[in-house]
């Protein structure tokens, strides 16, 4: 037969978009010629395929190759497509049953010597096609479990071109060949690294409540303090006190990391609140997402459904900080290129933690003046900080304290009963809305659809009359208020419910 073909997937940021691989043997010098705007990457399939189909121990065509890839207006990248293009020139050849492969999705990149390699954003892939009404998938063996995560579907493992082929004719399977040592290994659990704890962190105990607060309504948090007084080990531990990511969360989460490279082989589901903490040089490419090349996300999509730590926040460059009012809005990231644009999710908690000046060092020991404390912090925009829900001010804790409290510390274990509590109160609440956590429902809404008691914004009223306080943030206020009466187990907010809820956004707790 002269023409085949296939099917394989391309991605744009994590949305998949099905392409159509035909092959077509024609008459004209030998060669291959790759047609439907592919990248550098793949121009360089036809080396790799040719090599790798002679070295499987099958005919290479002495023809003039033409190979579609459609839609043609879609750009094309990376080397996803090097299993779909081999499998419908053997086709079009006569090698493989045209039949069996119309229909199927081919994933993986090939090696010379016909091995197959695993490719990023294999989950998103199968997802798309899915939807589509494509079952039948082939993928290398390195992405096997990731694609086996998409319900009713029939994925084939395969280790090489030949084990593929003498699949498809239905033949004597050879056993897997070695692992390609271009593969990266497993992911393993250093036994000698336990999972963190919020017991680890003694003293500090409106910092942790203002932890719990933010993990069980989604709020925003910002942790002020000098070096040593556990911003970071609170930040570190708060994803323990978080509930498990649902099914569809912990789908979407992983087909971001998958499309990142960061997702580890030998746990393909991300089950629990992921935590980024990019380090305060990073780009705003780096922090938002894109690329020149290929859009990949960024750490506000590596944190989507968990945290985004930004450990001394006033280092990182004022337009990165800025960037992240957008996200911290919609949820989601839209990164436009000349060639295409890709959307990411982006739909995170956000937790900055700064030192009081630029030394850094506690009480009598700063010598920092005071314009330069000012300007210090003023790195963080006022924007910014708006969309922040609770300040809390830490401060160095004695040795009495921390001998005291490792009595009365509580684990991440029992924290994280008050908090699923919580959350599943606000879900009854706000059942049959888009929205599954009081920070992300709208001031308007919030105010219409579950109004408090009639007496308790009466603070809210006095600070708005006297210009302490903006509508936007009374809204926050509000939000925090029904969180903390959630954890109190309370049906509405009480005026102490409202009072606390303020004092927390104004960083006024000691």
């Given at each position: ?20 691989v035909e092959a077509h043997l024609g008459n004209g010098s030998p060669g291959l010629t790759l047609v439907g705007l592919p990248d550098a990457a793949l121009r360089e399939a036809r ?58 999705a081919f994933l993986a990149e090939l090696s010379l010597d016909g091995r197959t390699r695993s490719v990023h954003g294999v989950l998103p892939m199968v997802l798309a096609e899915a ?364 005026p102490d419910d409202v009072g606390y809820a303020f004092a927390l956004w104004t960083g006024a707790v000691q």
């Amino acid at each position: 037969m002269a023409l085949a073909r296939t099917r394989s997937v391309a991605l744009l940021g994590v949305e998949g978009h099905g392409i159509d691989v035909e092959a077509h043997l024609g008459n004209g010098s030998p060669g291959l010629t790759l047609v439907g705007l592919p990248d550098a990457a793949l121009r360089e399939a036809r080396d790799r395929i040719r090599a790798a189909v002679v070295n499987s121990g099958e005919y290479w065509p002495d023809a003039h190759i033409t190979v579609s890839l459609s839609p043609a207006s879609l750009p094309k990248r990376g080397s996803g497509f090097d299993l779909s293009i081999a499998v419908a020139i053997l086709a079009a050849s006569g090698v493989v049953p045209a039949d069996e492969v119309r229909d199927t999705a081919f994933l993986a990149e090939l090696s010379l010597d016909g091995r197959t390699r695993s490719v990023h954003g294999v989950l998103p892939m199968v997802l798309a096609e899915a939807v589509r009404g494509r079952r039948s998938f082939v993928v290398a063996r390195g992405n096997a479990r990731e694609a086996r995560l998409v319900p009713e579907t029939r994925v084939l493992a395969v280790g090489s071109l030949a084990e593929l082929v003498s699949r498809l004719r239905g033949g004597h399977v050879d056993p897997p060949p070695e692992p390609d040592p271009l593969d990266p290994p497993a992911h393993e659990e250093d036994a000698d690294h336990p999972r963190p704890d919020l017991a680890d962190v003694l003293g500090q105990p409106v910092a942790r409540r203002a932890v719990e607060i933010a993990a069980a309504g989604g709020h925003n948090l910002f942790l002020l303090g000098p070096p040593g007084t556990g911003k970071s080990l609170l930040a570190e531990r708060m994803p323990t006190i978080m509930p498990r990511l649902g099914t569809d969360e912990a789908i979407e989460v992983t087909a971001i990391h998958s499309v990142a490279g960061t997702l580890p082989r030998d746990e393909p589901l991300i089950t629990r609140p992921p935590f980024c903490a990019p380090h305060h040089t990073a780009t705003r490419t780096a922090i938002i997402g894109g690329g020149s090349g290929v859009l990949r996300p960024g750490a506000v999509s590596l944190a989507h459904r968990g945290l985004l730590f930004l450990d001394e926040a006033p280092e990182f460059a004022r337009g990165v900080l800025d960037s992240l009012r957008q996200p911290l809005e919609s949820g989601e990231v839209t990164v436009a290129r000349a060639a295409a644009t890709a959307r990411f999710p982006a739909r995170f908690l956000l937790v900055m933690a700064a030192n009081p000046c630029p030394c850094g060092k506690p009480g009598s020991g700063c010598v920092c003046p005071a314009a330069a404390r000012r300007r210090y912090l003023a790195r963080l925009s006022g924007p910014l900080l708006d969309r922040v829900d609770l300040r809390v001010e830490l401060q160095p804790v004695s040795r009495a304290e921390l001998l005291a409290d490792r009595t009365f510390v509580e684990s991440s274990e029992t924290v994280a009963v008050r908090v699923a509590a919580a959350r599943e109160r606000a879900a009854q609440r706000l059942k049959g809305t888009p929205w599954s956590c009081n920070a992300m429902v709208p001031g308007a809404e919030l105010r219409r659809r579950f109004p408090p008691q009639p007496g308790a914004l009466r603070i809210l009223g006095e600070a708005m009359d006297h210009g302490a306080l903006s509508a936007r943030g009374a809204d926050r206020i509000l939000k925090l208020a029904w969180t903390v009466a959630d954890l109190g187990g309370r049906d509405t907010p009480t005026p102490d419910d409202v009072g606390y809820a303020f004092a927390l956004w104004t960083g006024a707790v000691q």
